[in-house]
């Protein structure tokens, strides 16, 4: 089981930009792969970004590609997420997730964080 703990949510204007944290503990970092979600009201959570466990992979769908950076600090037990020029849709709440493998994509995700709210100010 992993423990996750995201942190540097909160209020931006358009146009900004904010940096999330995810703290792992657990399990080894370096053996699983790592996502970030997003999650609006009365909308399906979906992926923003993944990084496989070496950090040699990353995923980013179309709607944050050229915006949003994953990357991980394995020493640190640590995944972030960079996000500039931020949209008033990009508002949600973000998890992170542990991937069940070191891959990417990892088979799934078994353990994710209590998440941290984004809003983006128009």
């Known amino acids: 089981q992993v423990q996750l703990v995201e942190s540097g949510g909160g209020l931006v204007q358009a146009g900004g930009s904010l940096r999330l944290s995810c703290a792992a503990s657990?399990?080894?970092?370096?053996?699983?792969?790592m996502g970030w979600f997003r999650q609006a009201p009365g909308k399906e959570r979906d992926i923003v970004a993944g990084?496989?466990?070496?950090?040699?992979?990353?995923y980013y769908p179309h709607s944050v590609k050229g915006r949003f950076t994953i990357s991980r600090d394995n020493a640190k037990n640590t995944v972030y997420l960079q996000m500039n020029s931020l949209k008033p849709e990009d508002t949600a709440v973000y998890y992170c997730a542990a991937g069940d493998s070191g891959g990417w994509p990892p088979t799934g995700f078994g353990s994710w964080g209590q998440g941290t709210q984004v809003t983006v100010s128009s």
């Open positions: 990084i496989s466990r070496s950090g040699k992979i990353t």
């Open positions: 657990g399990r080894t970092f370096s053996s699983y792969a």
